[in-house]
């Protein structure tokens, strides 16, 4: 599993690059829907279905403070998860996983936990990954830098990211409590919607 996403407790940060917003199409990596106007927003779900996917081989719903604190934080947010499952922290299990979750219909955004680290059994990225029809690669740069305060160099061994499976935002987080709140509070709640609405968009 991936408890052990060794000091990924709590993500970490690098990144660095404070976007500068603007109008303009692709300033440090901002599209033209990024900032600039309200009407850049009309697109946003904002009641969404959420799954959350906890990849490990030892907990279960019952013991699973991580999947509860992103759980919670997305009720807060009035939010709904529609799906919380324990997947296996088996590469085949995982993309399955995530995969069905694009495709049932009722889930707009997955949220998984745990697997990010850098032991044998840390799968989660690898089978995400593969998935991915677009990349979302501020989402880990900007969890590593929210992390670095709390747990210094010790980013380097998170692995969280993030990207599109069928038009679904999916973003992998580790398996510690801290880091699923970090992730989920900081950056999830606030741009799930809009990353959402946008991804449904491009598909159209």
């Not at 692709?26 to 996917?53: I, N, Q, R, S, Y």
């Not at 955004?109 to 745990?114: K, L």
């Not at 677009?134 to 993030?162: H, N, Q």
Request: glycine letters at 12%; one cysteine or more.
């Amino acid at each position: 599993m991936s408890d052990h996403d060794h000091g990924e407790r709590h993500g970490a940060g690098d990144d660095g690059h404070r976007r500068d917003d603007g109008d303009g199409g692709h300033h440090h990596g901002h599209d033209d829907h990024d900032h600039g106007g309200d009407d850049h927003h009309h697109h946003d779900v904002d009641d969404l279905e959420a799954a959350v996917l906890t990849i490990s081989s030892t907990r279960d719903v019952d013991d699973d403070p991580a999947g509860d604190a992103i759980a919670e934080l997305l009720h807060e947010a009035g939010h709904s998860v529609s799906v919380r499952r324990v997947v296996d922290d088996d590469y085949d299990e995982i993309q399955t996983a995530v995969s069905r979750m694009a495709d049932r219909g009722d889930v707009d955004v997955t949220v998984t936990t745990g697997g990010t680290g850098v032991t044998p059994d840390d799968r989660t990225v690898e089978a995400t990954a593969q998935l991915f029809g677009k990349t979302l690669p501020g989402f880990g740069e900007l969890f590593r830098r929210l992390s670095y305060d709390e747990i210094g160099t010790k980013v380097v061994g998170t692995r969280a990211t993030a990207g599109i499976v069928d038009g679904m935002p999916t973003f992998c987080l580790p398996g510690s409590e801290n880091a699923a709140r970090l992730g989920t509070a900081e950056i999830i709640v606030p741009e799930a919607p809009h990353l959402t609405g946008l991804a449904r968009r491009d598909a159209e």
